[in-house]
């Protein structure tokens, strides 16, 4: 479902070289960087989550890596026909307590959370985070090995080859959550560009009862899709805290992939 555009920003995102190869080999370059807007550069997204899926669904292990200030890099040699993802996955928690009449804070990953807090500490309040952001190229001809669906988190999976996408044309999506399918996710299409612009120029989406959309592709050039859920909660409005229960940290998950439309 399309819906009218917003005003938000952009945020984290992977950027291949390319996203199509020929030949019997080929090297591809990646960067990791979170901006202001889409695929500028603004600080460097860390590789310790980064997951690679080749074209026989393995696990492929970057060449090269290097992290600087405004973006991380890794190259990677591709000798195999077919897609390769490109994935960072980053799980955090953060959160709050008290200890002797003093509020503390802290933030570490979100699987070991519980050795930060020290015993005694009471009004404990934990947020968890589940982030992915995603990427494909293809060296020849494309398959669909490489787009497994993950179990755990937000994950968005187009239903044709994402190596081959041409304006004047569309792509079906399905969003998941925890490897089930979302109804009512909101979406954002962010292409690049927008400080040249002056303006966002997104579009809203919101999926179907089975977690489809469909896109339609304006015009070539490279696109970030994002989501979050839930939705966050308007200012001034109760979360969902006592749906969750006494004691249980509240959950957030985000998702956000690039795609390279070709003007023809």
Avoid: C
Avoid at 171 to 199: C, H, K, N, Q, S
């Amino acid at each position: 479902m399309l819906l009218a555009a917003t005003s938000a920003q952009a945020g984290p995102y992977i950027l291949p070289s390319a996203v199509q190869f020929e030949g019997k080999e080929a090297y591809v370059t990646v960067d990791a960087s979170t901006a202001e807007h889409a695929f500028d550069l603004g600080r460097a997204i860390p590789l310790d989550g980064l997951v690679i899926t080749g074209p026989d669904g393995g696990t492929l292990t970057p060449d090269t890596t290097q992290t600087g200030r405004a973006r991380s890099s890794f190259e990677l040699k591709l000798t195999r026909p077919g897609t390769y993802r490109f994935a960072i996955v980053q799980k955090s928690a953060f959160g709050s307590y008290m200890l002797n009449g003093e509020a503390k804070r802290f933030r570490g990953n979100a699987d070991t959370y519980t050795k930060d807090i020290p015993a005694g500490a009471t009004d404990i309040k934990v947020s968890t985070l589940l982030s992915r952001y995603e990427a494909y190229t293809s060296l020849g001809a494309p398959n669909d090995k490489a787009l497994a669906l993950a179990a755990e988190g937000l994950q968005i999976i187009p239903q044709s080859s994402p190596s081959e996408l041409i304006a004047g044309e569309s792509t079906t999506f399905v969003a998941y959550l925890d490897g089930e399918p979302i109804a009512d996710l909101d979406l954002r299409l962010i292409p690049g560009g927008a400080r040249f612009r002056g303006v966002l120029k997104d579009v809203a989406y919101k999926t179907g009862p089975d977690g489809r959309f469909t896109v339609s592709w304006s015009e070539g050039g490279l696109y970030n899709l994002v989501a979050n859920y839930p939705p966050r909660q308007p200012q001034g409005q109760a979360g969902d805290a006592a749906s969750r229960g006494a004691g249980q940290p509240e959950r957030r998950v985000s998702f956000s992939a690039t795609f390279e439309v070709q003007p023809f």
